[in-house]
Each structure stands twice: as structure tokens, then as C-alpha cells.
């Protein structure tokens, strides 16, 4: 079995151009690893969305909810430090579901790569330095 890569294409939405974090590498990681024969699009792994009673082992439930309808405080956006919308809140859920995915891979098969994971600024009730959630906590948990 050939290392266990994880990806989805949730991971890169659609992003203003100008904004500092670059939304578009974890895109261009998997072209870079499909474009140079490192693996083919049909051998990743796509991850399924992380349940909620999941994330709630990590995170307070009401700061889950208010953070899913958009619906974070000025200070939470500011310490975000990325624009909501519908497509960000997925994407980052399902995030936490391939670190989920590449925890149970490399159980398996001894060594996982998620091409998306390592969130881990995120708090209980709270964003911040670009984490909505601490994958790493959802996953140990």
C-alpha cells in the first residue's frame, strides 16, 4: 500500500485574492503531487464532514453553532482572521474530518499524510490565528 493521502476539494474555496492567508495551497499541494506522479487524484482519500458530536468534544456546542450560521462576534472575526461564508465553515469541518481520516489511515497502515490538517490555535469558544477548530484535539479525543 502506497502512503495514505488525504484531500478534498472543499479545502481551497473561493477566497479574495488580496487576503494574506493563501486559501489556494492546499490545492496546489495535491496538483504539485498529481503533476509530478507522486500519486493520481483517484488514490486520494476524500474525507467525509467531521459530526458535530465530534467537534463537540473539543469545542463549546454553542460557539460550533455560532460559528456554522456565521454568526461569530466582530472580536471572533478578529481573531479568525478569515472572512466567513458557507463554503470556509465546510471546509473547515470537513478538515477536521480528514485528520479524523488520516488518524484511523495511519493506524491502519502505520503512516498517513493529511494534505490539510494541523489546526491547532483554535480554542474551547473560540477562534483564532486562522483555526476555527483544533483538529488535533477533535482527532485525540
Avoid at 466567513?84 to 465553515?89: F, K
Avoid at 478538515?95 to 489511515?105: C, N
Wanted: aromatic share 8%; proline share 6%.
Amino acid at each position: 500500500m502506497s502512503l495514505p493521502l488525504i484531500y478534498h476539494e472543499d479545502y481551497s474555496p473561493e477566497f479574495p485574492e488580496d487576503h494574506r492567508f493563501p486559501m489556494d495551497k492546499f490545492r496546489l499541494l495535491r496538483d504539485h503531487l498529481v503533476d509530478s506522479g507522486l500519486t493520481r487524484d483517484a488514490d486520494l482519500l476524500r474525507p467525509e464532514l467531521c459530526p458535530p458530536e465530534i467537534l463537540a468534544l473539543a469545542h463549546d456546542a454553542a460557539y460550533i453553532e455560532r460559528y456554522m450560521s456565521g454568526e461569530l462576534s466582530r472580536e471572533d472575526q478578529r481573531r479568525l482572521g478569515l472572512p466567513w461564508s458557507e463554503a470556509l465553515a465546510r471546509r473547515t469541518v470537513r478538515a477536521v474530518g480528514g485528520s479524523l481520516l488520516a488518524a484511523e489511515q495511519a493506524l491502519e497502515h502505520g503512516l498517513a499524510c493529511h494534505l490539510a490538517g494541523g489546526t491547532h490555535h483554535a480554542h474551547y469558544d473560540y477562534p483564532a490565528g486562522f483555526c476555527n477548530y483544533a483538529d488535533q484535539l477533535c482527532k485525540q479525543r
